[in-house]
């Protein structure tokens, strides 16, 4: 009773009201659900708006709008401007920023325990109220634009980037996050603002709170603070196919000495049943430094440094992904070995003993991803947002250990399609593009000057037919007034994996 | 300085309690850690201490500190090999770090980028084990490794389950006077070294602005050659180098081993006074010492990339300098917040960049106080130097700093000091940076106290001391201009 007491005198205190109101603050909107990861230490709290509409729902023409809004939204909001608002944030030592995918918008901020209550003061303007001034969206504007000049900068980032495009082109997913020239040239300041209208609404929205936060105070701010509209938030069209074959968009960078390579194929969707056995297959490729594409590519030939395989998980496909950055002579070479190591994945499998090998990494691997409380909730409300049950990941040892080697082998053979992949080339193409089009990878090359993006190849891509993709209908993501609840409700998720902000993953997909 | 923490450390004793919120004031909402008991921390560690046979390799306590909510515990065996120990019960993981005092300043001319290489060749085969066993085994019990060099120091951090720091514990300690160098496997990494410098430096504009930059600042002085060392050394680079190299900075004399995370310390510690106490201590190579460079210095670097780039820095005192805290709190009001002067100045008043920055860059023989800025396409790298120099003015000048900017400056560091410990990883290289790269960890217990003390007086007087012109170092990354087409006009003359 006394430990009660004290908890509730602390929520009190942290929220700023009065006791005994303090929990029984009449609600004027719709409260979001609330998921806490509590840690007593250190004394920080992360927390975590997460909108279920990214830039997927981004119009087709209008490719930018989500992020050129949530990144206008940082520039004041409620009653300060952009320099009050930074000032506040400022003066508290927070971080408040923001994140748009594919799927979703995270705004993401880090404040001392002693500040939160004024910070979420702030981040609830921000969320709820944003300015969006004419100004500050010209400013944004000019900033993103400088983004995509920038991309050409970075060989990884270009390349990232481009895959996506190049995979899903003439497709929802195909359309780039951060715009093109022309698209963020385009978009207006009333449609920034219908955007924003659009997407906070209640069943859009939840919020999670890591550090020394417990259940209860965390809804009673969360109840002090954001109360949400009702709307209907924007629809998302499905993608529907990619097209057959081997094809490689070569990006000229005439004066560089390394290429980035990447290659990649969709496969299914997160909640899949098969995606568990996927993410064992995937750290046998090149998932780890033991790894397949590690071994040959950089362990015995020395030809790249960064070597590695992703799954970038969404809730209605996959994709999965590998790279690596060789010397342009070692280009091709590389290519071919890496396209041959697919092909005897796909058609031989693993031995049982590489299974063995992957199924105690992942289920170690998964223990360090649980350590911090910023991690573990990432990676829980991530799971929500694609659908997968909390089971996926409090279960995740036991769901790895019941893959077996038939259901591996199986997996491989269904889900790696050699004969289907898509690559990107970042390097000489002048040098490189006579080698790849006569190497035995047998890709269709199509080269592009060194600022080029696969938005302008349409008139010279050749279409050859489509190849439909196992698209998943996909779970609605699980918002609801009680996470602690909907948990217990969860069926027990068959395959789910969670694959939770692989920074190497491409962005081609979500 | 990068604010290299406190850090509190729950011990077992204290875990049951530490869920227990109290109330307390406005301001200090929820209190859920009782300080720990020093005097019962030193107890239990004598205890341990004491437990050791006589005759047995026998760890000597060094000493016991408070550390954030915890303890420290620093050890030492009679080969040399320090021992830190930081429990936090509630994790089920232990972050394995080993640090070695050698870093690219200890390098001879001719043979740069050893230290770095030698991170990567630790992986390969020992006396005792084939090629990749290390990773393998780490990889299968569901851990994790990597490494890393700098100017003071090499460290190899692993992390893996609880259950498993006895088999890293001998692998590393196998690794550290077993490695058995092949001529093939120092070929092939020094193949991946080299791709890696391609990767990061010569196709990268900001990798070649900060080569440049390092350069410029340090000149002759030990930090002067790029840690990943120059294209012409790698290439020169022989086997022999390396198992010299190995003789003469790999031993357990020279390692600091820290230890973070869920574990018994009584246990633990008999494992490494098993697997380390036999080792042999190896001689302690004098380190490289030099004095601080003086003088400014500007390039121009033709970058090909999109937009320019500016890197401004100056040169400032060793990392653990008794200045060090106030510069921290300059660093942060100069450039880490949007409401920070150059920010205004280079972002959103008039914006000429799209991104800008500052860090300082702490090391044993000398920091750089470094300032970044990526440019908005169009815009010049000489236009942003100029907004850079009017701030630093103003700042040293007419615009002195303010209560609220020196406020908010320690808000920005106290919240850094406490992200960079939220892992075990991050709280064992705070550990290892400190110990090893000032061999004291009294500067990063001394941290938050030392910035709470920073007063407006001091924040203007290191100001004044150290944003000097002598010592300031400009590169400007450009664009060259483009190149004129030949005139088809010429051609169609001609035919």
Redesign the interface.
């Known amino acids: 009773m006394a430990r009660h007491i004290v908890q509730i005198l602390c929520i009190a205190l942290l929220t700023g009201l009065a006791l005994p109101n303090a929990l029984a603050k009449p609600k004027r909107g719709v409260m979001p659900p609330v998921l806490v990861v509590e840690r007593p230490w250190p004394p920080v709290v992360q927390i975590r708006v997460l909108l279920n509409t990214g830039s997927l729902a981004d119009p087709q023409g209008q490719e930018g709008l989500a992020l050129l809004t949530w990144d206008t939204a940082l520039r004041g909001a409620g009653s300060r401007d952009r320099a009050q608002m930074a000032q506040a944030l400022d003066a508290l030592g927070a971080h408040l920023d923001v994140q748009v995918d594919k799927l979703g918008v995270s705004l993401v901020g880090e404040v001392l325990l002693e500040h939160l209550d004024t910070f979420l003061d702030l981040l609830s303007d921000t969320l709820l109220q944003p300015k969006l001034t004419d100004a500050d969206i010209e400013q944004v504007r000019a900033q993103l634009l400088a983004d995509v000049t920038h991309l050409r900068d970075d060989d990884s980032a270009l390349a990232h980037d481009a895959i996506g495009r190049y995979l899903y082109r003439g497709q929802t997913l195909g359309r780039p996050t951060g715009g093109t020239e022309t698209t963020l040239r385009g978009l207006t300041a009333d449609a920034v603002r219908q955007f924003h209208k659009h997407c906070v609404v209640a069943g859009n929205v939840r919020v999670g709170f890591a550090g020394p936060v417990d259940e209860t105070t965390a809804k009673a701010l969360v109840e002090k603070h954001i109360d949400l509209p009702t709307g209907t938030p924007p629809k998302v069209t499905l993608p529907h196919g990619v097209r057959d074959g081997r094809r490689l968009l070569l990006l000229d960078k005439p004066r560089h000495t390394q290429s980035e390579v990447v290659i990649a194929w969709p496969t299914v969707a997160a909640h899949h049943k098969d995606m568990t056995a996927i993410g064992i297959a995937n750290a046998i490729l090149g998932g780890t430094f033991t790894s397949r594409l590690n071994r040959e590519i950089r362990e015995l030939r020395g030809w790249s440094y960064n070597t590695w395989s992703a799954l970038s998980s969404g809730p209605q496909l996959t994709t999965w992904a590998l790279g690596f950055t060789p010397e342009t002579n070692d280009t091709t070479p590389a290519l071919e070995l890496a396209v041959k190591i697919l092909e005897e994945m796909a058609q031989q499998g693993l031995t049982p003993q590489e299974l063995r090998f992957a199924k105690d990494y992942l289920k170690g691997m998964h223990l360090a991803s649980l350590e911090t409380a910023e991690r573990e909730l990432g990676m829980r409300m991530r799971a929500q947002q694609l659908g997968m049950s909390a089971d996926a990941i409090d279960n995740y040892a036991a769901h790895v250990e019941a893959v077996d080697y038939k259901t591996i082998q199986r997996v491989l053979h269904e889900h790696i399609k050699p004969e289907h992949l898509t690559a990107v080339v970042v390097g000489q193409g002048r040098v490189l593009e006579q080698k790849l089009r006569e190497s035995a990878a047998q890709f269709e090359v199509e080269l592009l000057p060194q600022d080029g993006r696969p938005e302008h190849t349409s008139v010279r891509g050749k279409t050859v037919g489509t190849r439909p993709v196992q698209v998943e209908e996909a779970p609605p993501p699980k918002v609801d007034d009680d996470p602690a609840d909907s948990a217990e409700e969860d069926e027990p998720g068959e395959g789910d994996e969670p694959e939770d902000g692989d920074d190497s993953a491409p962005e081609g997909a979500p | 300085m990068k604010w290299w923490l406190l850090c509190?450390l729950?011990t077992l004793t204290y875990a049951a309690q530490?869920?227990?919120?109290?109330?307390?004031?406005?301001?200090?909402?929820?209190q859920?850690?009782k300080p720990v008991d020093l005097h019962t921390a030193e107890v239990a560690a004598k205890a341990r201490e004491a437990a050791f046979p006589e005759g047995a390799v026998r760890p000597k306590l060094l000493g016991v500190l408070p550390f954030?909510?915890g303890v420290v515990e620093q050890w030492q065996l009679p080969n040399g090999l320090q021992v830190v120990l930081a429990v936090d019960a509630?994790?089920?993981?232990v972050a394995v770090q080993s640090w070695l005092g050698v870093g690219s300043a200890d390098e001879i001319a001719g043979k740069t980028g050893l230290a770095h290489l030698f991170e990567h060749l630790m992986?390969k085969s020992t006396k005792e084990r084939p090629?990749?066993t290390l990773?393998?085994v780490l990889?299968?019990?569901?851990?994790?490794?990597n490494a890393a060099t700098s100017l003071d120091y090499t460290f190899f951090q692993e992390?893996?389950?609880s259950t498993?720091v006895a088999t890293v514990l001998n692998m590393e300690a196998d690794r550290l006077v077993n490695l058995d160098l092949t001529a093939a496997a120092f070929?092939?990494?020094?193949?991946?070294?080299r791709?890696?410098r391609?990767?990061v430096v010569?196709?990268?504009?900001?990798g070649q602005i900060e080569e440049t930059m390092s350069e410029l600042a340090w000149g002759k002085h030990p930090y002067g050659h790029p840690v990943i060392g120059t294209e012409k050394d790698l290439a020169a680079l022989t086997v022999a180098d390396a198992r010299q190299f190995y003789q003469t900075y790999y031993a357990a004399g020279k390692t600091v081993l820290v230890l973070v995370g869920g574990f018994d310390p009584g246990a633990l510690l008999q494992e490494v006074a098993q697997h380390y106490g036999a080792l042999p201590q190896g001689s302690v190579p004098t380190r490289p010492s030099a004095v601080l460079p003086t003088g400014s210095a500007q390039r121009a670097l033709a970058i090909?990339?999109?937009?320019e780039r500016l890197a401004v820095a100056w040169r400032l005192p060793p990392g653990d300098h008794a200045d060090m805290a106030a510069l921290d709190v300059l660093t942060e009001i100069l450039a880490n917040?949007?409401?920070?002067r150059l920010?205004?100045a280079l972002l959103?008043e008039q914006?000429l960049a799209?991104h800008a920055s500052a860090d300082l860059n702490d090391a044993r023989l000398g920091s750089l106080l470094q300032i970044h800025a990526?440019l908005?396409?169009g815009k010049q790298a000489k236009e942003a130097l100029a907004r850079v120099d009017a701030a630093v003015k103003a700042l040293v000048g007419p615009q002195p700093v303010t209560a609220?900017e020196l406020?908010?400056a320690?808000?920005?560091?106290?919240?850094a000091h406490?992200?960079a410990?939220?892992?075990?990883d991050g709280r064992a290289e705070q550990l290892g940076h400190f110990l090893v790269g000032y061999g004291s960890l009294q500067p990063l217990l001394r941290f938050s106290a030392d910035v709470e003390a920073v007063m407006l007086a001091d924040v203007q007087r290191v100001a004044q001391k150290y944003l000097v012109a002598d010592q300031r170092i400009v590169v400007l990354g450009e664009m060259p201009p483009p190149k004129v087409a030949r005139k088809r006009a010429t051609a169609a003359t001609k035919g």
């Open positions: 509190a729950l530490a869920a227990e919120p109290r109330a307390a004031g406005k301001g200090h909402a929820m859920l850690h954030g909510a509630q994790v089920p993981v992986f090629a990749g990773d393998r990889e299968q019990m569901g851990g994790s490794a992390t893996v389950p498993h070929r092939s990494e020094l193949s991946v070294v791709n890696e391609r990767e010569d196709n990268d504009p900001d090909d990339a999109g937009a917040g949007d409401s920070t920010a205004h959103y914006p799209s990526t908005l396409p609220g406020t908010a320690k808000n920005r560091l106290k919240m406490f992200s410990l939220t892992s075990v």
